[in-house]
């Protein structure tokens, strides 16, 4: 039997009585502070701003082809203002109100789809800027598009596959400072569910303040606040990360799914964990071994491993939730086959918890 | 009147180890029974089935009634113990760790502050049980295991390590829980303190009871009877009175007038337990 009127109360006095001990402390803001470590060493992804001011016909198919580019290329933050003539344009770049401006003769487009040459006005600063460049270069390719000219060569391009995880790209893709910043989190979700959640059961139990509370409560309702307690840290301890690092994962129903499912299933590794040990000193002294296998596979997702590593890291459940977080992270499927990384979260949960269950029949007769 | 503790054929077999074999006593509502016997002749286990803490492997027992196997839940709230070892939550202050098991219970918030004037510790409330006392633990211990007014309070060597005053008032407390009506099955390596306290008491040995009554009965069945006499010449003598030589030397002396002082001695239960048990606790 399980009453919600224990476990609150069981919940509450671990949540408080669990920041007063400094191992548990310890195991929470080490991976904060490791998290903003990484997030001050990887600086933002490259993008950079582009303030361009144009005069001339404002739905000219150039403009179109600018923002096209910018929008596809997600390596330029491009803001596009419309002015009357040349001399407002002038005006703006000196008073550094845009970055670079361009000015349409009337008539562009026609101009250059007849075979005639228009001249199109570039103003930049003295020092130009990477918006400089990116005009100039968009405002060419605009040109040979409108004009139908073939480009002088055709770059194919063709992936070869050099083994080890198709996935390999992801960092590449995700940019150092999320990658390592999830990789993060994802050890923080097994430093509080392999580290904290156990320390507190064992300590009820070296301390025999478990005797005093199975005289009114059950072993089951016990576990069950620790759960509950270790599900509360993570939930903090990310939104704590998250808001520190300034990321927001941009699918964030499967972000909070992989979060979730993985400290479901870390958390019962950790409370059969809490059974095994008799002081939540020992717990402390073999945590760096039994946090090895979990936390390195985290590291690992998305970079050059072989394939049989590969594969046995696809069995960890930190592996399959990286992944699941990833992708949440990103907003897109960085990794595919999400439903297997469900599908492995999910057999760790239920096999985790049936152990723990017959554990505890066990030790109820 | 029901029996507050109704045991019967008890056992708790670890392996092949037989904790306790087959015992078999009852203990009336507002009695004071104790459990005597060695470290490990099976005392804390008994406690530990009683309480709902470990399953019997033979026997049935009901406490308040009820059955210690199938109607735990219903036991819980009508029970509570004082552990041998001080098992508080030492971060938290007095007043906290009372407030978490009134909680618990179900009692109101201000159970805490009655049970802290209760043994004396009103004063302390607030600190942290860590700078405690041994004896202030345990007059917390004693609060914290009458938070929910328990019919039966089981308490397990719960003046070990304590000073004498301390002791002393501890077994004031329990007599007057015991005058209150409360039920208190107290296990204790102190013979003194069991003869003081206790209505009854069962000596308990390799998991068995091998005697059980009052602390004067088994005194009076058990014990040897002594008296010390003092003679003119100033030597003191130990006599056996149910020994015939030495019943007929004292009765030589008195006829001769050699005698200055006769003190009679009973046996004391350290002595009936040393018969019973083959040593001393």
Known sequence: ?365 | MTNAVEVNGLEKHYGEVRAVDGISFSVAEGEVFGLLGHNGAGKTTTIRMLTGRARPTAGTATVAGYDIVHQRDRIKPVINAVFEDPNLYERFSGRDNLTLFAELYGAPASRADELLETVGLTAAAKRKVKTYSSGMKQRLLVARALVNKPRVLFMDEPTRGLDPTSARELRALVSRLSDEGTTIFLTTHYMEEADELCDRVAFLSQGRIVALDTPRELKLKQGERRATVLLQDRTEHSLRLDDPADAAKLDQWMRDGLVLTVHSQEGTLEDVFVALAGRAL
């Not at chain 1, 007063?20 to 903003?36: F, G, Q």
């Not at chain 1, 596959?161 to 910043?181: E, N, W």
């Not at chain 1, 992944?323 to 949440?328: D, E, H, K, P």
């Open chain 1, 1 to 365: 039997m399980i009453r919600p009127r224990i476990i609150a109360t069981l919940f509450r006095k671990d949540i408080v009585d669990g920041l007063r001990e400094s191992r548990v402390l310890i195991s929470l803001l080490t991976p904060i502070i490791l998290a903003v470590l990484y997030n001050t060493l990887f600086p933002e992804d490259k993008v950079f701003e582009a303030k361009v001011a144009y005069a001339g016909p404002e739905n000219s198919a150039i403009v179109q082809t600018m923002v096209t580019r910018a929008a596809t290329g997600q390596s330029v933050h491009l803001t596009l203002r419309h002015v009357g003539d040349a001399n407002e344009a002038r005006g703006l770049v000196a008073s550094k109100e845009v970055d670079v401006a361009f000015v349409l003769p009337e008539g562009v487009d026609e101009a250059i789809k007849a075979g005639r040459t228009p001249s199109i006005g570039l103003i930049e600063p003295e020092v130009a800027s990477s918006a400089s460049s990116f005009v100039e270069s968009s405002l060419q390719i605009a040109a040979r598009t409108l004009a139908d000219q073939k480009p002088p060569a055709t770059i194919v391009t063709e992936s070869v596959k050099t083994g080890g995880s198709a996935d390999q790209g992801v960092m590449g893709q995700m940019g150092p400072r999320k990658y390592f910043v999830l990789a993060t989190i994802v050890m923080m979700l097994g430093m509080i569910s392999m580290l904290a959640v156990p320390i507190m059961l064992t300590e009820e139990s070296e301390k025999k303040t478990l005797d005093a509370l199975l005289l009114v409560g059950s072993y089951l309702e016990v576990i069950v606040s620790k759960a509950l307690v270790g599900l509360a840290y993570v939930g903090l301890s990310v939104a704590l990360m998250l808001a520190l690092t300034r990321l927001r994962p941009e699918d964030m129903a499967t972000f909070v799914a992989g979060t979730g499912i993985l400290a479901l299933a870390l958390i019962g590794i950790g409370l059969l964990i809490g059974g095994l040990f008799r002081s939540a000193q020992q717990v402390y002294s073999w945590s760096s071994l039994m946090l090895l296998p979990v936390i390195g596979p985290a590291f690992a997702v998305g970079l050059p491993v072989p394939d049989a590593l590969d594969k046995l890291f696809k069995a960890l459940p930190t592996s399959q939730g990286m992944r699941i977080m990833a992708n949440g992270l990103a907003g897109k499927p960085l990794f595919a086959d999400v439903w297997l990384s469900y599908a492995v979260l999910l057999g760790w949960v239920a096999a985790m918890y049936g152990l723990l269950a017959w554990r505890l029949s066990r030790r109820e007769s």
